[in-house]
């Protein structure tokens, strides 16, 4: 990355505190790891308690999305400025040394502070909820049955800037102690793959429906 | 299920809220979630604000464990009977309907609740230790170059009774509005699948050091 990069600046509550050399805060890496993990898990606090709700997160900026049913208990909760953390975590790997001490993952994970806000405006709701679908299937929601009011009354926008960021990489082969890889004692790493299988059309498709050529190929999560 | 299965009970903390169809407590659900998602995501409170970290969480009966450097963040906080939330979450595929609203994704999530507790005993701790190994590859730990007593010490473990959990799952084709399936828009199901890449030996790995038979098929995670 550039030294004059747009970057967050680590705080306590941001700063990687384990093995320095995998920490990352510029705009850049934060956004790729975000971008490519529409699964993550929101947390938030109701009396004192943890909760972690995955669910699907988009992003416009430095402004993330979440979404859902105007009945959910993390959408009622984390609509009144509450703090939040939005994390997002691929597991890439195992990493298996020769000691268990040095065993290990290969991963890159974030960790995204901020407050919530709902999204109240209608038109506002209905760009963000557009915004999603088209980083997934660009051209796919004007294709679509129109979204009725009712539909957009029952869905619940949640957003979030992203006042500050963490990332968080390992990757790479096992670090051994020195001595230690003198031992006969396999050693490596097992990559871990995430993809599409062949798309399940609907059994209720209606026949000659043929299947839009981008629908296999989302822009966002695996392909 | 059985009727009297072991099961939790459910409480206003781990009620599944929207779509309770989805919704399951049973010790058999939860616990076949837990055990295939290696990575889980704990959540936290310092000061009012909510931490998501994710992590290796490993399972002994009703009790889940995870680990980490004495210098974690998070296994420092969690350590004192502080309540916390650990959610597994499989994402197993896109969902397409013929409208925004019913697109969904299908997927496998538990969210387990209980206080964190911090395993002291060192036998105790490394006897926690070598379960998460034998639980992903049976006979390694044995193979190993031993856990020396420095190692033992600079690893925290922590602990939770789960008190309370709730399972949410989805599958199955997208469930669009009746007059919808007449319209000539394509839907169906993009599975996602998870699983392991060739293995990579170490570059610095011993001539001659042959691959054990079950590393490259551990007993959690993908195979």
Chains 1, 2 share one sequence.
Request: hydrophobic share 40%.
């Amino acid at each position: 990355m550039l030294d004059d990069a747009p970057s967050f600046t680590p705080t306590k509550r941001s700063k990687v505190k384990r093995n320095h050399l995998r920490g990352a805060y510029d705009q850049e890496t934060v956004f790729a790891i975000l971008d490519s993990a529409p699964l993550c898990h929101i947390g938030y606090v109701i009396d004192g308690q943890s909760y972690v709700t995955p669910t699907l997160v988009w992003r416009d900026g430095d402004r993330l999305y979440w979404h859902g049913s105007s009945a959910s208990r993390m959408l009622r909760t984390v609509r009144e400025a509450v703090p939040v953390c939005v994390t997002a975590a691929h597991f890439d790997g195992w990493v298996l040394a020769r000691s268990a001490f040095h065993h290990s993952a290969n991963y890159r994970s974030v960790m995204a502070f901020g407050r919530a806000e709902q999204v109240q405006d209608a038109e506002e709701k209905e760009a963000a909820l557009k915004l999603m679908m088209e980083q997934i299937w660009p051209g796919r929601w004007d294709a679509l049955r129109p979204m009725t009011a009712q539909e957009l009354k029952a869905t619940m926008v949640g957003s979030m800037r992203i006042e500050e960021a963490s990332a968080k990489i390992r990757n790479g082969p096992p670090v051994d102690d020195d001595d230690d890889y003198a031992l006969d004692i396999w050693a490596g790493v097992l990559p871990i793959e995430t993809g599409l299988a062949d798309p399940v059309p609907d059994p209720k498709l209606r026949e000659g429906v043929a299947q839009p050529a981008g629908v296999t190929q989302p822009n966002r999560g695996p392909r």
